[in-house]
Each structure stands twice: as structure tokens, then as C-alpha cells.
């Protein structure tokens, strides 16, 4: 069975960081990332990084937050920094194997 859980969500001010962990087992995962959904609006990609370490970056994170894996522990992690209050929304971890799975979600505020 797979299991995806996150950590590290929280509350920081504008132009703080935070780390965002993933954890998933059960499964050999070729993509991992993680995305967004903030209030009222629907769920968008943040990042992705491929099994060989090739990532993708939405525009409106470039430059500010970095996607890494460790395959052998099946760890996913976000870090981000100079966080902006748009940044504000429920984080998920997203692992691919065949299908898409999902963690429950953590949340990141960002006060102005």
C-alpha cells in the first residue's frame, strides 16, 4: 500500500523559508513534486523532480524554491525561500508509479 506523508508546514513572515518533507513507501517512484491549492482556487503544480534528478519549476517559484530526492530513502523535500503571502495554500506531495498518489497535505501561511 502506498503511503505519502508530509511535513514541515507552518506559519512564517514574508521573506522567511521553510522546508517541506515527503516521505512515500510501497512503491518505486518515478516522478515525485509537490503542489498547491490555495483557498478557492484550484490545485497547481509547484515542482517535480524525475527519478534521474531533471526538474521543473512553476514560473511563479523560480528562482526561489528548490526540489530535491534522496531514491534511496523515497524522500521528497521543497525548500523555500523568500516565501511571499500568495505562497500561502495547502502543500501536497505528489509520487507517481503507474498512477498518481497523494499525502493528506500540509499547511504553509504566510503573513505580510
Known amino acids: 500500500q502506498v503511503q505519502l506523508v508530509e511535513s514541515g508546514g507552518g506559519l512564517v513572515q514574508a521573506g522567511g523559508s521553510l522546508r517541506l518533507s515527503c516521505t512515500a513507501s510501497?512503491?518505486?517512484?518515478?516522478?515525485m513534486g509537490w503542489y498547491r491549492q490555495a483557498p478557492g482556487k484550484q490545485r497547481e503544480l509547484v515542482a517535480i523532480?524525475?527519478?534521474?534528478?531533471?526538474?521543473h519549476y512553476a514560473d511563479s517559484v523560480k528562482g526561489r524554491f528548490t526540489i530535491s530526492r534522496d531514491n534511496a530513502k523515497n524522500t521528497v523535500n521543497l525548500q523555500m525561500n523568500s516565501l511571499k503571502p500568495e505562497d500561502t495554500a495547502a502543500y501536497y506531495c505528489?509520487?507517481?508509479?503507474?498512477?498518481?498518489?497523494w499525502g493528506k497535505g500540509t499547511h504553509v501561511t504566510v503573513s505580510s
Open positions: 523532480i524525475t527519478r534521474g534528478g531533471s526538474t
Open positions: 505528489n509520487a507517481r508509479a503507474l498512477v498518481d498518489h
Open positions: 510501497g512503491s518505486i517512484f518515478a516522478n
